[in-house]
């Protein structure tokens, strides 16, 4: 059983992992073209220019 928890454990880190690389390449791209990022914040959709987000 610990190595199926160890494995789901480990499938997380990796989907985690790509998730922010997808996020600071669309960020990067959404720079370069001055784009905005529509965002949800507790129910609240948010248009946020792309150069003003944080890496």
């Given at each position: 059983?610990k190595?199926?928890?160890?494995?789901?454990a480990?499938?997380?880190?990796?989907?985690?992992?790509?998730?922010?690389?997808?996020?600071?390449?669309?960020?990067?791209?959404?720079?370069?073209?001055?784009?905005?990022?529509?965002?949800?914040?507790?129910?609240?959709?948010?248009?946020?220019?792309?150069?003003?987000?944080?890496?």
């Amino acid at each position: 059983m610990k190595t199926n928890n160890m494995t789901n454990a480990e499938l997380r880190e990796k989907i985690k992992k790509g998730l922010d690389l997808t996020f600071k390449k669309l960020l990067k791209s959404k720079r370069q073209t001055d784009g905005f990022l529509i965002l949800s914040e507790n129910g609240v959709i948010k248009k946020i220019k792309a150069k003003d987000i944080a890496e």
